[in-house]
């Protein structure tokens, strides 16, 4: 079965950076529509960050507007999601989960790959 597997992940001080990849291992994702999820301790797995298969329309969750950025580059079937000023409560294990449709959506439910997940650690 196809995968989608996660990297750079890490654990860095508050106010920090770090970027995520995500790559498929077989299939192309070109035509589907990716996010990222999180799911911190104990909590619910979360929506993060959304893009459209062509890059055009993104969505953010509120609590990460302004400091994250999600990206693609079709030509290297690579999904990144920048993050800067990190905060503690940012820690989470995160996944990138891809949809079959052009459009993006915030529900976990429309995605049906899904990453193993990397684990995300701020420090305060």
């Known amino acids: 079965q196809e995968q989608l597997v996660e990297s750079g992940g890490g654990l860095v001080q508050a106010g920090g950076s770090l970027r995520l990849s995500c790559a498929p291992s077989g299939r192309t994702f070109r035509r589907y529509a990716m996010g990222w999820f999180r799911q911190a301790p104990g909590k619910e797995r979360e929506f993060v960050a959304g893009?459209?298969?062509?890059?055009?329309?993104?969505i953010y969750a509120d609590s990460v507007k302004g400091r994250f950025t999600i990206s693609r580059d079709n030509g290297k079937n690579t999904l990144y999601l920048q993050m800067n000023s990190l905060k503690p409560e940012d820690t989470a294990v995160y996944y990138c989960a891809a949809r079959a449709s052009d459009y993006v959506q915030r529900e976990q439910r429309e995605y049906y790959y899904w990453g193993q997940g990397t684990q995300v650690t701020v420090s305060s």
């Open positions: 893009i459209s298969s062509s890059g055009a329309t993104i």
